[in-house]
Each structure stands twice: as C-alpha cells, then as structure tokens.
C-alpha cells in the first residue's frame, strides 16, 4: 500500500486493479456480517477447504462481503459472474455447490432463494427480492470484501472526492448535491445539500461532520449495512462533506455492540491514512481531515444528534430542547377558501417501506384517495361519510371521499399525498411551509363542497 500524492495516481492505480481483475473468474460471495449469526464463520471456512481440496485456487476466488440483503436467507452467498444466490447454505452444502455449479454450471434446487410459478429461481435479475431493487448506497455492499481497499479502488472509489478536490470548490460541491435532490434517510428526508449549505454559512470554527451509525431501531441494518459492508464509502462521503462545509475533524459515533461495523471501520480509517486519503493535503490538495472513532454504549436517546454530541464530548447522553418561533403558514384561509389542507402521511404509513419499495405499500393499506374532515364542520357543510367531495386552491381541484371523524380540528382537512388519481400535492406546489421546507408536508387555503 503507497500514498497516493494526487487525482491523476489514484486514476493510475484504479486502472491498474481493474486491469488485474479478471471478470471470467468465479467469486463466491459469503455475507460474512449479519450472516455470522447463522454459522457463516463455518460456511466461509468450509468453501476454502472445498475450493483448495479441488485444486481450484487458480479458478475460483472466495470473498468475506458485507449483507446481500435478504436476512431471512441467512446464510446467504452469490456466485459471480454467473449471478446464482444460495440461500441457507450450510458447510454440508459446499462439495455439492462445488461440484455441480462451481465445475458443471449447475445450480442446486435445495438451496434456491425463491420460487416462480413452482419453479425454482437462482439468478438475482429473476429472483423477486432482488429484481426490482437497483441498489445506490449499498451498491458495493454483498459485492466487495469491505477489508480490501483494492476492492474499493477497483470499483472507482474515492474518485467523487478527487473530482471535488481537484477542480470544484466547496460551494459546487454543495450546488450539485442539492440539485442532485439527495435527502436524509432517518424518515424526515431533509436535503443533504441544504443541511450542508447551513453548516458551511454558520459562523464559528472549528466545524465538525458527525457520521450518526448509532442505529437503535431494531432490525433497522441502514447505518450499520454500509460500515459493515463498504466502509470506504462512509469515508469518502465524509471527506467530501467536510470539504463542502469547511470541517477539519469527524467523529463515526457507533454502537459498541456491533462490533463488526467498528471493527471495519477502524480498518478502513487505517487503511485510508496510509492511501493519504486521511491527513495533510488529501490527494495533493490544500485540504487536511481525520476521522476518529466514538464508540457509543447503546442509550437509545443517543441517536438524537444533541445527545450525540454531548456523548461525544464525554458528557451524559441528554437530548436538547429548544424553543422555535412561531411561523405562519405560507397560505392562510379567506372568504373564498376558508379551509387550511395539510398532506404528509399518516402514523401507520410510516412503516410500510415506502422509502425503499415506492408507493405500492401505501396504496394497499389506503387504497381510495381521502380526505379527513372534522365531524362539525362535515355537520355545518351537509357532507356525509363516504360522499364524494371537491377541493379548489388557487392552482387547481381534486376530488376525494370524506373520511368523518375527530382526528382533525375544525377549519383543519388533511389528505395523504400518495394517491395518484387524485394529486393533493398539485394543488399544494406553490404553497411550501416555510417551517417544514420539506415537499411531504405541504399547507394550503382550500373550499370543499360536495360533488352532486
């Protein structure tokens, strides 16, 4: 491993690792993350032998990945370039696998992920959980051995940060992530561009940038599948945030019960000062950064960002709260649209995957367009449950069936945005809360009446 001193040497030394890659030889990929759970240590282990007792060391390279995806499947390993998935494999497994698909081109009906039409399924692009999935983030996670800095190298990692270093400045960083439309994946979706845009406008030094792998959600897999599986790119994001808002110092703060994520990431943070992607004048630039480790001791408060920072700093994990000044909305009623709509989603919405698997979730649990309406003010306008009903605003109308209850107040409607058919955001577009700024939750003078 040599520093490497500038964006022209990194190119160089990708080039070179992509050119000792041959992609006609066959990788066998072992989740060896989450998948430890369920005996992966074994399994690795079991095709090393098999792959050394066949004398196929020359032919066959097995690789340690990060999470494929579908846990349920655990053990989970794919076969590349060929595109097989096993699911369930066991180290009893692995001389069938061997011999059948590794040496005949075969695949092993027992240990297919799915079905089709009682058929059973084995390349990814057929597969139902994976077919329709085109992986973004996690695109290097299940493909690459996180402990390998070739591998990163090799799918051109670190070359956003040489493009940022080496002929953008901070606030074209910034321009092009809010133009990109990218946005937080905590739930409340806030654009990355903007919060990097406020960091960077703030007064005061020294600044910070803070990776939140803190994760308490059970089950959640988002921070800790990218630490686990392709810590480089945590890295790397890193640094160019850090570029864009002036930062210096960064802090991961992760749980110290997911050993692997901060085992990895110890890892890569070596791996990438001895790259010179760490340290003084980063690839030949002007611009120094490290990164140092917090382990966190798993209080779920600590997953919001004041009590973060107060951890990190050595204090008890404590949440802080502060007082907002009251805005209007951007839209009050009047005479001629004396109701204020609100869109956004409901409670139970927010746990139907629709982040990650589009609209359809939402659809099959509310699958009529709606809109809520206070029980007096139905009263006073003659609108029953269940009757077609007519909203206007300033830029457009809708219909939508009246849902009758006491969950809104009086003069207040609320109509989830997801419904096609009826497209409440249309007339919302111009109307963004100035509080909110999120296009989720927009606030507009509406009038109802019934459709006759």
Request: aromatic share 6%; with cysteine; charged share 25%.
């Amino acid at each position: 491993m040599r520093r490497i001193p500038s964006h022209k040497e990194l190119e160089a030394l990708q080039k070179e690792l992509q050119d000792k890659h041959d992609p006609d030889r066959t990788r066998i990929l072992v989740c060896h993350t989450g998948c430890k759970a369920m005996g992966a240590d074994q399994l690795l282990a079991a095709f090393k032998e098999g792959v050394a007792s066949a004398g196929l060391q020359e032919e066959v390279e097995v690789v340690e990945t990060g999470c494929h995806g579908c846990c349920a499947g655990a053990p989970v390993i794919a076969i590349e370039p060929q595109g097989i998935v096993y699911h369930s494999v066991q180290p009893e497994n692995v001389a069938e696998v061997i011999e059948k698909t590794i040496k005949n081109g075969e695949c092993v009906d027992s240990l297919a992920a799915e079905s089709v039409d009682d058929k059973p399924v084995f390349k990814r692009e057929e597969i139902p959980f994976y077919r329709q999935q085109q992986k973004i983030v996690l695109r290097n996670c299940g493909r690459i051995d996180p402990t390998n800095w070739e591998h990163y190298l090799a799918r051109d990692g670190y070359s956003a940060l040489a493009k940022a270093l080496a002929g953008l400045t901070p606030k074209q960083v910034i321009d092009e992530v809010l133009q990109s439309g990218l946005r937080g994946r905590g739930g409340a979706g806030f654009p990355t561009g903007r919060k990097w845009q406020f960091a960077r406008n703030a007064k005061g030094s020294p600044k910070y940038i803070i990776c939140n792998a803190d994760e308490g959600d059970p089950g959640a897999f988002m921070d800790r599948s990218i630490l686990e599986g392709d810590p480089h790119s945590v890295i790397e994001g890193m640094i160019i945030g850090a570029f864009a808002i002036g930062a210096q110092k960064g802090f991961i703060y992760v749980r110290a019960e997911y050993p692997i994520a901060v085992r990895h990431a110890h890892k890569a943070l070596d791996q990438a000062r001895a790259l010179g992607m760490l340290g003084e004048n980063i690839l030949g630039s002007s611009f120094d950064f490290e990164i140092e480790v917090r382990e966190g001791a798993g209080a779920f408060v600590c997953g919001e960002e004041t009590a973060l920072i107060g951890s990190i700093e050595g204090k008890r994990g404590k949440g802080k709260f502060h007082a907002l000044k009251y805005t209007e909305s951007a839209e009050l009623p009047d005479k001629d649209y004396p109701m204020l709509l609100t869109t956004g989603r409901l409670l139970y919405h927010f746990h139907t995957g629709t982040m990650t698997r589009r609209v359809e979730s939402l659809e099959a649990i509310s699958p009529e367009p709606f809109v809520e309406v206070n029980a007096e003010d139905a009263k006073k306008l003659g609108i029953a449950d269940g009757e077609l009903i007519q909203l206007r605003s300033r830029r457009g109308q809708t219909q939508a069936k009246a849902l009758i209850g006491s969950m809104v107040d009086r003069g207040i409607l609320f109509m989830p945005f997801h419904f096609k058919e009826a497209a409440v955001n249309l007339l919302t577009n111009d109307a963004l809360d100035p509080v909110a700024k999120i296009p989720e939750f927009k606030v507009c003078a509406v009038a109802i009446e019934k459709v006759s």
